[in-house]
């Protein structure tokens, strides 16, 4: 039996726990917080972001990462994207050196403008090759219910992707396989600073035109960083890409879209942060995706006007006209 540590015990990380469960593995999640794990461990319950949803009883939890990595074949590292290379230095030592590492993170890291892969490679001196990225249309609380989706799993070593998809395949949960990780990863990331734009127009009462003009240029302007990374374009009309980009901006069950709803309804980000009790990621992603484009020479009028918001440099009544302000261009450019 495929024995796997789930590191963090938030929505996205208790239910990929459960995914892992139903295909056949043990699984011993970590969490800080005793009042979660005790409840996990006794109850079979996250009752704080899963409600009342009963975990496999495969699904262990400790507040001790070396309990919960003991013995682990694959460890899945599912916490806030800014504080992973603070937590892998305290884990470092304990991972077992053969293990495979999966990413469920979805963002860069301020200062190094690293993706969460990347930073795994630095924080563990792990070779990418062990470093699986999982990434898709994969909203927790419908998985949580069971409800179908697809995923795509990328790594360089399709071996360790493979492994990985079968770890996770069940009958409601089908994983692909990829090796383009830079472009799975930034589709992830980009698309929720994509979602909180969506939110924010939302909340201002803008309709389904603004929002698909929106979408579709969010779209672009993730493809064109990636391909300036070195991702394959393709990638991004996939699940990692357009998939997740869908969900993330037309449900209501998407924190980042739910967050922008709130600024667009003349919130500031403090009093959002005050009522909302999971991490939107696209709130501390913005800024360091901004980074990387300019770096780059990328154009992301989209994820500038949402930076400039967030970080208090424009106003609502600003920022949708700057949106749209770009010279006009052939629409392929």
């Known amino acids: ?42 109850e079979h319950r996250n009752s704080e972001y899963l409600g009342e949803l ?62 969460m892969s990347e930073v795994i490679v630095a924080g563990l001196g792990a070779h990418q090759d062990r470093v699986a990225v999982v990434s898709g249309p994969n909203l927790a609380r419908e998985i949580a219910a069971r409800q179908p989706t697809a995923t795509v799993v990328a790594c360089p070593d ?31 990331a980009v698309k929720n600073v994509i979602g909180l734009a969506v939110g924010i127009a939302d909340g201002m009462g803008l309709g389904d035109n603004s929002k698909a003009s929106i979408i579709t240029r969010g779209l672009v302007e993730t493809t064109r960083l990636g391909v300036a990374l070195g991702a394959e374009p393709g990638t991004f009309a996939g699940l990692a890409g357009m998939g ?19 600024l667009g309804q003349g919130m500031s980000v403090e009093e959002v942060v005050k009522i909302t009790k999971q991490t939107a990621e696209g709130v501390k992603s913005c800024g360091p995706i901004l980074e ?40 392929l450019q």
């Open 1 to 42: 039996m495929t024995r796997v540590a789930v590191m963090g015990t938030g929505s996205w990380g208790t239910t990929f726990g459960m995914v892992l469960a139903d295909a056949g593995a043990q699984v011993t999640m970590w969490g800080r917080r005793s009042v979660v794990c005790e409840e996990i461990e006794k």
């Open 54 to 115: 009963t975990l496999p009883d495969a699904v262990r939890a400790s507040t001790d990462p070396a309990a919960a990595l003991d013995g682990a074949d694959i460890v899945v590292l599912a916490v806030p994207s800014q504080k992973l290379r603070e937590n892998l230095a305290h884990w470092r030592d304990l991972v077992p050196a053969e293990a495979v590492l999966v990413s469920l993170m979805k963002g860069v890291e301020h200062g190094s403008l690293l993706r």
């Open 158 to 188: 399709q071996d360790v992707a493979e492994h990985v998809a079968e770890a996770c395949s069940t009958g409601y949960f089908r994983p692909y396989t990829n090796h383009d990780v830079i472009g799975v990863e930034l589709g992830g």
């Open 244 to 262: 997740d980009l869908v969900a993330t901006c037309a449900s209501p069950l998407s924190r980042n879209r739910t967050f922008g709803e709130h």
């Open 292 to 331: 990387l484009a300019t770096a780059h020479g990328v154009e992301m009028p989209i994820v500038q006007q949402v930076t400039e918001l967030i970080e208090g440099r424009v106003t609502l009544d600003q920022m949708i006209p700057r949106m749209f302000s770009r010279a006009r261009k052939p629409e």
